[in-house]
């Protein structure tokens, strides 16, 4: 399922909802799959895949972009594949980075980047800088609450 080959860019944000998460709770109780692979898949924003196929619990073979698709390019997936993830019964979790944008990019030993940056590569740092971000304002948030407790003790 979600073998889709999507031909324009990647929305601005993820879609980050139920589908999705849906997507993400049957991956990762997937197993891999030795018959067969399909090989790397690289999107057209430049997501890759991993090298293996994957098959979900109820036993439908996908990829790992599965995810990348449904939460930025979910116009271009159709609605048979919408139902099939949302008739998923392995729970909801909440994708990491990686499962959002793919495999993070080639790079060489001086840890620069190979090739060209791909389109998705933009949103991943947006994404990462957001995600930083708003974990620093949660420290600055909690971190009144650890002082009274130390002075509580
Ligand atoms: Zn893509």
Known sequence: ML???????PSEQPIVDELTMKMVA??????ESHIQ???????????????????LPHGTRTNSL???????HRAEVEAGELWAVEGLSDGR?????DELH??????????????????IDRRRERYDARDAALSRRL?????PFGA?????R
């Not at 049957?26 to 197993?31: G, H, Q």
């Not at 420290?139 to 971190?143: K, S």
């Not at 009274?148 to 509580?152: C, I, K, L, N």
Request: net charge positive.
């Open 3 to 9: 073998y889709i080959v999507p031909k324009n860019s």
């Open 26 to 31: 049957a991956l990762r109780k997937a197993s």
């Open 37 to 55: 692979s399909y090989g790397f898949h690289t999107c057209v924003c430049g997501a890759r895949s991993d090298g293996t196929d994957w098959i």
């Open 66 to 72: 599965c995810v990348h698709y449904l939460a930025y």
């Open 93 to 97: 979790e909440y994708p990491t980075s």
């Open 102 to 119: 793919g495999w993070p990019p080639l790079r060489d030993r001086h840890g620069r980047r190979v090739g060209a940056a791909p389109e």
């Open 139 to 143: 420290v600055r948030m909690l971190w």
């Open 148 to 152: 009274r407790v130390r002075g509580a």
